[in-house]
């Protein structure tokens, strides 16, 4: 599983071109995920680690818990590693307790780490863009938007989630090319979810996000200069102008930001 999904996101098509991933130039390295709590981000930035993928899960979990604090302050403290997260594919399960109990399709997430704030979980949709039964629903416990983006994954959320990493690696790589610097993980995931097609019931929602992730739009909003960053203190305020060209008649505009 491990092998296949690090194909789906960085191989190189060393054994043809049907190995091929999405980020064929990145370099790959493993981690233990018997262990669900985050590796020490120290030893991630000691790898030159920037996108981390966790294909795995465990039962369905809808609750705010140790692993999900210890991931939320992993991306404080590594603020340029995106960890992205399979939704799981319990799409059609229900939970036994909690706010969303005996309703189907309903909060299924299989861990409560993926319900962090500053990761990205992602679920599977088919080669159409549409949502796959199986593929798990939010809410977040507390109401939170989750899955934020859902791609194409014909055996499961698991590939979907190798597919964005590969993409939120091109970004990074783009960023590079252009700014000469590693994004932060927040711009990543805002850029992301920003240029996603919109997928499923119209705008947002609980199964298919922000949308289904568009690769090519999202490396084009970062070559473009179409993002803005910065730090803001209480009681302060920032003004940015944006050119609207004439006739247009959507603006989407995605904020994003670690939560402490």
């Known amino acids: 599983h491990a092998t296949i999904m690090a194909t789906v996101a960085a ?3 060393n054994t ?25 981000p120290a030893a991630l930035l000691a790898l030159d680690i920037s996108v ?17 604090k210890e991931y939320d302050q992993s991306c404080i403290d590594a603020p340029q590693v995106l960890h992205v997260f399979s939704s799981g594919n319990e799409g059609e ?59 194409y994954g014909d055996a ?18 783009a960023h590079i090319n252009k700014m000469a610097d590693l994004p932060a993980a927040t711009l990543v995931k805002a850029t992301l979810i920003n240029s996603a097609d919109d997928s499923g019931r ?3 929602d609980f199964e298919t996000g922000y949308g289904s992730v568009n690769a090519l739009r999202a490396v084009r909003t970062i070559m473009e200069d179409r993002f803005r960053t910065g730090v803001i203190a209480e009681s302060e305020a920032h003004v940015f102008e944006i050119d609207v060209p004439a006739n247009q008649d959507l603006l ?3 904020l994003g930001w670690n939560d402490p």
């Open 252 to 254: 989407k505009v995605t």
């Open 11 to 13: 191989g190189a098509g």
């Open 93 to 151: 399960s229900a939970l036994t307790d909690g706010y969303y109990q005996n309703i189907p399709g309903m909060a299924t997430l299989t861990g409560q780490f993926k319900t962090s704030k500053n990761t990205l979980s992602v679920g599977s949709s088919d080669r159409y863009g549409n949502v796959v039964p199986r593929s798990s629903r939010g809410p977040a416990h507390d109401g939170r938007v989750k899955p934020e983006l859902i791609a």
């Open 52 to 68: 981390q993928n966790h294909s795995y899960g465990v039962g369905v979990e809808n609750y705010y818990g140790i692993e999900s």
């Open 202 to 204: 119209p705008h947002v």
């Open 16 to 40: 043809s071109g049907f190995g091929r991933g999405v980020a064929a130039g990145a370099y790959v390295t493993t981690s233990d995920f018997e262990r669900l709590l985050p590796d020490a």
């Open 156 to 173: 499961g959320s698991s590939e979907a989630s190798a597919v964005v990493s590969g993409v939120a690696a091109l970004l990074q790589q």
